[in-house]
């Protein structure tokens, strides 16, 4: 993932999500404009095609009235995973890299969370 591409504010809004203050508060529309955002800066990298998918599904859920809770975990787990590995790929700047691993951190500790609106 080109270091040029990434948009610092989508990882402090991202890491945001997990803030005692903040933890799950954000609404559904908010989340989806992050994803919208994460979309944007990972649009046409190889690299990232898994993650496009998994985020393109995380976000149709987000906009169900009823989101399935289960599968938001899962997808979220699988983001952490598939960002790691790309944080771990050879292509990866240093700073960057370490920056995908919090977000991995990130995304994992969302997972733990009840992350879905109950509409």
Do not use: C, Y
Not at 60 to 80: C, G, I, M, T
């Amino acid at each position: 993932m080109p270091s040029h591409a990434l948009d610092q504010r989508l990882f402090e809004r991202t890491n945001s999500l997990t803030d005692e203050n903040n933890s799950t508060s954000a609404s559904s529309p908010a989340r989806v404009d992050l994803i919208d955002g994460w979309l944007e800066v990972i649009e046409g990298n190889a690299s990232t095609v898994i993650i496009e998918e998994k985020l393109k599904e995380l976000r149709d859920q987000l906009k169900l009235n009823h989101p399935d809770p289960d599968r938001v975990r899962e997808l979220l787990f699988s983001l952490a995973d598939h960002t790691s590995q790309v944080a771990q790929g050879s292509n990866t700047k240093e700073q960057t890299a370490g920056e995908l691993e919090n977000l991995a951190k990130t995304l994992r500790k969302l997972a733990g969370l009840q992350v879905v609106d109950n509409r």
